[in-house]
């Protein structure tokens, strides 16, 4: 199973929007709506940002949205703030019942 | 509230077998739907899946991996262990259990993780 397509690095302003794309196939992001979205501090553990293409889970903030289309989802922050400044991946089930991840997007708020 | 916390050796040696302890609080991994996963990480790289088990004892495997994986759960101690022979320097990594509800890779809660390092 290749790991899930995602650009290294993004960066914005803050007060600005950016998008992170995360591409499969229809094997995993395209076959299923079973894609989330963790954040991760250097040192840190990933925490969950989107589950279910665009579900958020209690606490987290409006500014993260989640969207798919076919082969892609896509993971949108608006109001970039400082604290945003982490790296992300995306993770979809499979048709082999297991899970793949993306390589990993670099935020950088400028 | 739900926590996870890995345990094992910081250190191995290349050819042996790691073993790795998740103890986990807040729910029963014999409860309808319940599963914990392990992910790990190399330094600096990204996250990589590599099994499951739930709360029917159903177990699933990176397909990459899965001859070198065995992972399987103790409910009345609260642990998932797993397994992995033939230890390689490429399998340095951080190493993180995490809870899931249902198969379908959501991972909601995370333990901290623990660093292994395979080093003659």
């Known amino acids: 199973q290749s790991a899930l397509t995602q650009p290294a690095s993004v960066s914005g302003s803050p007060g600005q929007s950016i998008t992170i794309s995360c591409t499969g196939t229809?094997?995993?992001?395209?076959?299923?709506?079973?894609v989330s979205w963790y954040q991760q501090h250097p040192g840190k553990a990933p925490k969950l940002m989107i589950s279910?293409?665009?579900n958020r889970p209690s606490g987290i903030s409006n500014r993260f949205s989640g969207s798919k289309s076919g082969n892609t989802a896509s993971l949108t922050i608006s109001g970039l703030q400082a604290e945003d400044e982490a790296d992300y991946y995306c993770?979809?089930?499979?048709?082999?019942?297991?899970?793949?991840f993306g390589g990993g997007t670099k935020l950088t708020v400028l | 509230q739900v926590t996870l916390r890995e345990s094992g050796p910081a250190l191995v040696k290349p050819t042996q077998t790691l073993t790795l302890t998740c103890t986990f609080s807040?729910?029963?991994?014999?409860?309808?739907?319940?599963?914990v996963s392990w992910v790990r990480q190399p330094p600096g790289k990204a996250l990589e899946w590599l099994a499951l088990i739930d709360w029917d004892d159903d177990k699933y495997y990176s397909t990459s991996l899965k001859t070198r994986l065995t992972i399987s759960k103790d409910t009345s101690k609260n642990q998932v262990v797993l397994t992995m022979t033939n230890m390689d320097p490429v399998d340095t990594a951080t190493y993180y259990c995490?809870?899931?509800?249902?198969?379908?890779?959501?991972?909601?809660?995370w333990g901290q993780g623990t660093l292994v390092t395979v080093s003659s």
């Open positions: 279910e293409v665009s």
């Open positions: 229809s094997s995993d992001v395209g076959g299923y709506n079973f």
């Open positions: 807040g729910f029963s991994l014999s409860t309808n739907g319940m599963c």
């Open positions: 995490a809870h899931m509800v249902g198969h379908m890779g959501v991972f909601d809660y």
């Open positions: 993770s979809s089930y499979t048709s082999s019942s297991t899970v793949v």
